[in-house]
């Protein structure tokens, strides 16, 4: 009897130390800037292949809906950090002077309050310095792609710049830390890329990818905006008219036949470069160049001509942050830090790469709405899992708190994924999600508007200029047909008025600025 009650207890305090060393994952979270899922391969991407971000869904999930809140840079960095819409965490749109207030409650610095070692390397862009890490580099501003500038907590004035590319630099930083980490802490780190931002300069070594290809157009490439609201034709974010052709299509001079619109100064990147990096970089651009001039295509021929410069480098910048993911996901194999770290891959909005005729973001259509989200986790995940839920900015937050065992605060507005992780099939979750893009008709022209999204319906209130736009992603997946006035989607569009009431309800949302 008395062996046996031994045992018991042997065992009880065998399974009790077990629970108390719930060993805290770690985190690893790469984010880039603008990096459309239709670019991705585990996204099916019919334009290049994403090896190593592939990775991360092969060995772990992907998130097939996932999306932000507010379709701009640092909206979306803010709502990350916080797991609150802009209108809760105070930071609205990238244009003004206002600054992200670091002194409100993040993720990073609930982590590293309750022990994480915390770091963040690359683009922040928050104006405000980061608040909630051990230690950071970052970019100013957009920062540059060539011998970029970073700075920490000794102040920009004191930035180091660094000989290389970006995308490079900011991953070597990040492993550095790793390197040199308390190794008796569970640790984040944010690994925040710069590319592929817009002027899409590629490294150099990357200059002849997809040289002889052709990458295929997407079906909306000639859009001509009909059958939706009238404030889509007022956008300054065309592949036809509105790209520079010194910044995104890499002319050294100004091109003889282009308006004040398309002439800007010189290639900010090429400036920054030493002549040896110039020598390389002229030695590719130069000559097609020449080529382009001494018989420039016209019409809708120019129109393929600007796209495939623009997608070439854009996904040659992409073919940068690819292989640098290859880089972390390597260390962490090499350091056996793979079995207990979530590494994340996702990016601040999605972009046009073309469809409806644009560049940039902002817009609640699909292509800028949605946001990669690959996660591996290898205690959580079985690899290769799908999921459909509706996964938003907000839930990014909570999801790590949650997942390093920590609470999760009241005032959060998103849902930790952990739930959704463990039953990749549940039901119980969001319907719905709230949109809301603050900036009014600024760089791009894209007016702010309001909307709600369900699995298959999406409306949209243009409540400064155009008023309500309804759409079917079923019967319209690339969202070409307004039907908010068809009188067969009359209950549709209650339906979804009710919804779109319900979530500024549900979150607070302020009144609305005409
Ligand atoms: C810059 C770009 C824009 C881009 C914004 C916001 N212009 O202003 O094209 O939309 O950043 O991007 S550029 O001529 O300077 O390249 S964001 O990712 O920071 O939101
Ligand atoms: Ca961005």
């Known amino acids: 009897m008395m062996i046996k009650k031994n045992i ?18 770690n985190i690893v979270f790469i984010f880039t800037d603008d990096h459309a899922v239709q670019s991705i391969g585990a996204y099916g991407s019919k334009i290049n292949k994403t090896p190593h971000i592939d990775r991360l869904a092969n060995e772990g999930g992907i998130f097939l809906n996932s999306f932000c809140g507010n379709s701009i840079c640092g909206p979306s960095r803010a709502s990350v950090l916080t797991g609150k819409h802009s209108h809760k965490n105070g930071f609205y749109t990238n244009s003004g002077g206002a600054e992200f207030d670091g002194s409100q409650m993040t993720f990073p610095k609930l982590l590293q309050g309750a022990g994480y070692a ?33 700075y920490t907590s000794e102040g920009q004035e004191k930035s ?48 002849y990818n997809y ?20 404030t889509l034709s007022g956008h300054a974010m065309g592949i036809k008219d509105h790209f520079i052709y010194q910044w995104d299509m890499k002319f050294q001079e100004r091109v003889p036949f282009a308006n004040d619109f398309e002439s800007r100064l010189a290639e900010p990147e090429r400036r920054r470069m030493t002549a040896k ?17 001494a018989s420039p295509p016209v019409g809708d021929d120019l129109v393929r001509w600007k796209y495939q410069r623009y997608i070439k480098n854009y996904l040659r910048c992409i073919d940068s942050v690819d292989e640098n993911v290859g880089r972390v996901l390597s260390y962490l194999d090499e350091n056996g830090l793979t079995e207990n770290t979530i590494v994340i891959y996702s990016s601040d909005q999605g972009f046009y790469l073309g469809e409806h005729g644009w560049y940039d973001k902002r817009w609640m259509y699909e292509e800028s709405l949605r946001m990669p ?17 509706l996964l938003q900015n907000i839930d990014y937050a909570p999801t790590f708190l949650q997942a390093a065992g920590l609470e999760v605060p009241e005032e959060i507005q998103g849902e930790s994924i952990l739930p959704v992780l463990e ?50 992603l079923k019967t319209d997946p690339l969202e070409l047909n307004d039907v908010s006035d068809d009188p067969i989607y009359a209950s549709v569009l209650e339906h979804m008025k009710d919804q779109l009431e319900q979530l500024r309800g549900q979150y607070d949302s ?5």
């Open 8 to 25: 018991l207890l042997s065992l009880l305090l065998l399974l009790s130390a077990q629970a108390e060393e719930y060993r805290r994952p």
């Open 373 to 389: 989200f690959l996660i591996r986790w290898p205690e959580k995940i079985r690899p290769g899992t799908q999921y459909k839920q």
């Open 211 to 230: 040289e002889d290809a052709s990458i295929p157009e997407p079906p909306t490439l000639f859009d001509d905006w009909s059958g939706r609201s009238e």
């Open 510 to 514: 302020p009144d609305l600025e005409e």
């Open 423 to 472: 039953n990749p099939k549940t039901n119980e979750w969001r319907k719905y999600l709230y949109y809301h893009y603050y900036e009014h008709l600024t760089e791009h022209g894209v007016p702010r508007h309001e909307g709600v999204r369900g699995e298959r319906y999406k409306l949209i209130n243009f409540y400064s200029n155009d008023g309500l736009e309804l759409i079917d």
């Open 118 to 150: 915390t770091a963040l390397v690359g683009k922040w862009h928050l104006k405000s310095d980061p608040t909630g890490f051990d230690y950071w580099e970052i970019v100013p501003g957009q920062g540059s792609y060539y011998n970029p500038d970073f």
């Open 277 to 293: 990096q110039q020598a390389v970089w002229d030695a590719y651009f130069e000559p097609r160049n020449a080529a382009f001039l």
């Open 160 to 207: 180091k710049r660094y000989e290389g590319y970006v995308t490079d630099i900011t991953t070597d930083l990040g492993l550095k830390w790793l390197d040199e980490r308390d190794p008796d802490k569970p640790f984040l780190l944010m690994c925040q890329q710069k590319a592929p931002h817009r002027t899409w300069a590629p490294n150099l070594k990357h200059l």
